[in-house]
């Protein structure tokens, strides 16, 4: 296995446009983790998988975003009439379940212009 | 709710030399993991060290320790022999140990810079 992947890497996208992001974690991975980073900070929680369910969403995930987790394995992240303050690096990460330890895809940035 | 501060936006070293990173942290909760990750430029998050709250003794992986204060809620990181390789974001992570949700609560990190 070669980790948490995230795809696309970089997306350009004009304000008002969708745009989706793609999450594949590790295989037996059963807990998945969207973060968003804005420059200069740390990463903050989006919202949370345990297997196909979504079981928590942050303040900081408006009705404008959506996340979901088919079949418990890859995620998708979906950003409906992106604003300029979307623009920021959205991390996705995985773990098992008994071991605390998240691992981190490359992220996907995002920038709306 | 928890929170996590890192107080020290940079951070230099020079090459060889010992560097620490401070972190401190605020919980109500007696059995918890901090970690430290770094994200070095343009590069995915990767671990550096974790420390389980129950455990007393410090951890330690190869260069990089910790100094785990409980009392204090302190978790600072220490690098020695710092090499060209260490430059990057470290930051500091609390995750709870209950059953659910246990999203990593990161503090806003300190840039290293190491100087050859």
């Known amino acids: 296995d070669t980790g948490v992947s995230q795809n696309p890497r970089h997306k350009i996208t004009k304000r008002g446009q969708n745009v989706t992001f793609r999450c594949d974690p590790i295989s037996e991975h059963n807990r998945l983790y969207w973060y968003r980073q804005t420059l200069g900070q740390g990463p903050e929680f989006l919202t949370y998988?345990?297997?196909?369910?979504?079981?928590?969403k942050s303040r900081l995930l408006s009705d404008r975003f959506s996340a979901e987790r088919p079949k418990g394995s890859f995620s998708t992240l979906e950003i409906q009439r992106t604003e300029q303050g979307d623009s920021a690096m959205y991390l996705c990460?995985?773990?098992?379940?008994?071991?605390?330890?998240?691992?981190f895809g490359p992220g996907t940035r995002l920038t709306v212009t | 709710a928890q929170t996590v501060t890192q107080s020290q936006p940079e951070m230099s070293v020079q090459e060889a030399e010992t560097v620490t990173l401070s972190c401190t942290y605020d919980t109500s909760e007696s059995d918890y993991y901090l970690f430290w990750y770094k994200q070095p430029p343009s590069r995915q998050m990767i671990l550096v060290i974790r420390q389980e709250a129950y455990k007393q003794q410090n951890a330690t992986e190869n260069r990089f320790s910790v100094n785990f204060q409980k009392a204090a809620k302190s978790f600072s990181l220490k690098i020695s022999d710092s090499q060209l390789g260490d430059a990057a974001m470290y930051f500091c992570a609390y995750s709870s140990t209950n059953s659910g949700n246990t999203p990593l609560v990161f503090g806003k990190g300190t840039r290293l810079s190491v100087i050859a």
């Open positions: 998988f345990q297997n196909e369910a979504q079981l928590e």
């Open positions: 990460a995985s773990r098992t379940t008994g071991d605390y330890e998240q691992y």
